[in-house]
């Protein structure tokens, strides 16, 4: 059994995310999702939070070998933890290679877990989750960016955030 995980902050999940989650599901026998949880960062959804977010995307798209969790360690680690051995990261243009490239291979060398990356459809290419919170600040339509049910929670969560600045 091969068993792989995607790792991220999913803060929030997008349809970009998605879309290389469900295509990871069909190569490998077990998908881990994990939400890896960063205390140097400020997220704007608790862990909880985008854990749930991507099950209910995930199970609405039937992505039966996929499983969500999260971690606050390394990833390496979690993948010891479930046996896998392979990272799966979605590249949407140059600089993400570069970012990406560095944390490969010092994945490699913790643990001797390899990293596959696979491009990112060009319709989603230019949605991060950066670009999708913007957006959203300034009034934007993120609908078909993010799941269904992260728009109205997009929205909330940037009134709170408004709130606490007046």
């Known amino acids: 059994m091969t068993i792989a995980v995607c790792p991220g902050s999913y803060d929030p ?59 606050d360690g390394l990833i390496t680690d979690y993948c010891k933890k479930v046996g896998a051995t392979v990272i799966i990261k979605g590249l949407r243009q140059n600089g993400d290679y570069e970012a990406e490239l560095g944390m490969a291979l010092v994945n490699r060398k913790l643990a001797g877990i390899e990293t596959l990356f696979l491009p990112a459809d060009p319709i989603l290419e230019h949605i991060s989750s950066s670009i999708v919170k913007d957006v959203a600040r300034h009034g934007g339509d993120v609908t078909g960016m993010v799941p269904d049910c992260v728009v109205p929670m997009l929205a ?11």
């Open 13 to 71: 999940v997008t349809a970009g995310h998605l879309d290389v989650i469900e295509r990871s599901a069909r190569f490998f026998d077990e998908v881990h999702v994990v939400v890896a949880v960063n205390a140097a960062k400020t997220p704007m959804f608790s862990e909880a939070t985008r854990v749930d977010v991507i099950r209910r995307a995930l199970d609405k798209a039937g992505c039966k070998n996929v499983t969500v969790s999260s971690t």
């Open 156 to 166: 909330d969560a940037l009134a709170e955030e408004r709130q606490r600045k007046d």
